[in-house]
């Protein structure tokens, strides 16, 4: 029982706690950027793979096409080991930034964040493809007819409706790229995993034993998970929300129908 009280107490300790929600901060942080770049080059991605179908334009093709096979069919951690080794950093990060300790922490953070990029905008691009193809092909007839060009039909009729459809799953991505972060534990980027894995090392320093007790791992993991819960359930809500709503607006033009006969 004295165990659990001394790990307890780790809890309330303003400096670890302010070093584990620095922590959280970072996961919203690298999981933004993994996903506002993930759709943008995603959707790049699933245009060019579904519509670059004819002439010089196939190559891109092919190219999207392997971009997005390899990337979503290998492990993701593979590929932070890969960007830790080759991926080369831009000369404006080799100092202190965003809080870190070191230039080193800046170039890990960087090399973590282009891994989960990479990874996270395959994933997306065939949500996006997805969401394309979910759209009538009648839409381009109608806005050319209207005197549109190709791309404005894209920009103002074809990409919003595809981006409506795809809501509740990108959301679901979006989860699942906040859970995915925690892979950067592994080369020591400091986001939540991390710094909880940080301060399980030394909590011998924190709990006023002198020792590292199991009742830490319970302490330290059980914060981290219940942190990734509220986060990715809320997020869930929100998806379940938003399918509701989608099924209801499907449901209504029925009902103005049927009320009209």
């Given amino acids: 029982m004295n165990t659990w009280k001394a790990s307890l107490s780790m809890l309330t300790n303003t400096a ?8 959280v901060v970072f996961t919203l942080i690298i999981s933004v950027v993994a996903v506002g770049f993930g759709i943008l080059i995603g959707s790049v ?3 060019v793979r579904n519509y670059c179908n004819s002439g010089r334009t196939r190559i891109f093709r092919w190219i999207a096409t392997v971009y997005i096979e390899v990337f979503r069919n290998t492990p993701l ?10 991926c080369p950093t831009p000369f404006f990060l080799d100092r202190k930034m965003f809080g870190l300790n070191s230039a080193a922490d800046v170039k890990l953070l960087f090399k973590g964040a282009v891994a989960l990029v990479l990874f996270t905008s395959s994933v997306i691009a065939e949500i996006v493809r997805g969401g394309l193809n979910s759209v009538a092909e009648g839409q381009f007839e109608a806005g050319h007819s209207q005197g549109f ?8 009729i074809v990409l919003p409706q595809a981006y409506r459809n795809i809501i509740p799953t990108l959301l679901s991505q979006v989860i699942t790229t906040i859970k995915d972060s925690s892979y950067l534990a592994n080369v020591a980027v400091i986001e939540l995993m991390a710094r909880t ?3 399980m090392s030394s909590a011998n320093r924190y709990n006023g034993t002198g020792v590292i007790n199991v009742s830490d791992v319970f ?10 819960f509220v986060i990715n359930f809320t997020l869930s809500c929100v998806v379940r929300h938003m399918q509701k709503r989608m099924k209801e607006g499907a449901k209504k033009p029925a009902d103005v129908v049927t009320a009209g006969q």
């Fill in 45 to 47: 991605l699933a245009l």
């Fill in 77 to 86: 951690l593979l590929w932070i080991f890969i960007c830790l080794v080759f």
């Fill in 16 to 23: 670890i706690l302010q070093y584990l929600m620095k922590g």
């Fill in 149 to 156: 060009n190709t791309v404005q039909v894209m920009v103002y």
């Fill in 197 to 199: 894995k940080q301060i």
């Fill in 219 to 228: 302490v330290l993991f059980g914060f981290a998970c219940v942190v990734y």
